[in-house]
């Protein structure tokens, strides 16, 4: 009788330590080590992903697509550009996510507006989403993003999966801010400063795109300074790429071109489930 239940509670105490261990390496096994190149984050609504439609089967962890073929976390890091893909002299930065520029800071002027304010609103949500990185809106699933230098030049890469209908919206929005912002001022406490936005063209890629330059004339630790934007949105079905590319020594459009067409390619071979080639220049 003590043997039986001796035995009774190692088994228990087995059976306890066993899932203890279950736990611990399946902790954290979606992502695995964050890559250096950027950070990607993971399918927003985390409570719908806890629940898989009845039949529909989970994806293996670092599939680039879900069972219903959305882009995971592992698909939005592959989809991210290298510097092989822009060229020149760019280099990695770490802290891109960070990234925050002083001069696209302000409040647009109404009385520049001859429709008043609701074109006033357009432009003020494109210069807080260039401010915050938000161009296309908060993504609805997976994204990343990677960021690079070159001097003062700034080159930022996103990709994300959106909700179609506010994907849509996105790009009507993009493509009316070239008339509605051609030519506005803003203030920022005692400066001011004037933006331009005029549409620029980019590589036809993709099911839908739009490019647009900003240029902000303000001033900079007191000196008179150009900040120079070429920014750019693609979208593969309902997940979209956004670039942004520039800085005070000029435009870098030729970079900003290059991240547009191999980023899109890059995306195209991940929602196949390709695992996109290191060297833009090699053919699979």
Request: aromatic share 4%; glycine share 12%.
């Amino acid at each position: 009788m003590g043997g039986t239940l001796i035995a009774r509670l190692l088994a228990s105490a087995l059976a306890a330590g066993a899932l203890l261990t279950t736990a611990a390496c399946s902790d954290g096994g979606d992502g695995g080590p964050a890559a250096l190149e950027g950070s990607a984050s993971p399918v927003a609504g985390e409570s719908r992903a806890a629940k898989p439609l009845t039949g529909k089967t989970p994806s293996p962890s670092g599939a680039f697509t879900s069972a219903g073929g959305a882009l995971t976390a592992a698909g939005a890091q592959a989809a991210l550009i290298t510097e092989a893909d822009i060229e020149d002299d760019w280099s990695v930065s770490k802290d891109a996510a960070s990234w925050h520029e002083s001069l696209l800071v302000g409040t647009v002027d109404v009385s520049d507006f001859v429709t008043g304010k609701s074109d006033a609103a357009d432009c003020q949500k494109l210069m807080d989403s260039l401010y915050d990185d938000d161009l296309l809106g908060k993504p609805s699933g997976a994204s990343a993003l990677t960021g690079f230098q070159q001097g003062d030049a700034r080159l930022l890469y996103q990709v994300a999966a959106y909700d179609k209908s506010s994907l849509d919206s996105s790009f009507d929005w993009l493509k009316s801010l070239p008339a509605e912002c051609d030519g506005f001022t803003m203030t920022d406490g005692p400066d001011q400063r004037t933006v331009e936005v005029i549409e620029t063209s980019v590589p036809d890629e993709g099911d839908a795109r739009q490019g647009l330059r900003v240029t902000v004339q303000g001033t900079a630790d007191g000196e008179p300074a150009t900040l120079t934007l070429d920014v750019g949105a693609v979208r593969v079905g309902t997940d979209a790429i956004t670039v942004t590319s520039g800085g005070l020594s000029g435009d870098e459009n030729t970079s900003f071109q290059q991240a547009f067409k191999e980023g899109t390619e890059r995306l195209e071979d991940v929602l196949k489930g390709k695992t996109p080639s290191p060297d833009p220049g090699e053919v699979d």
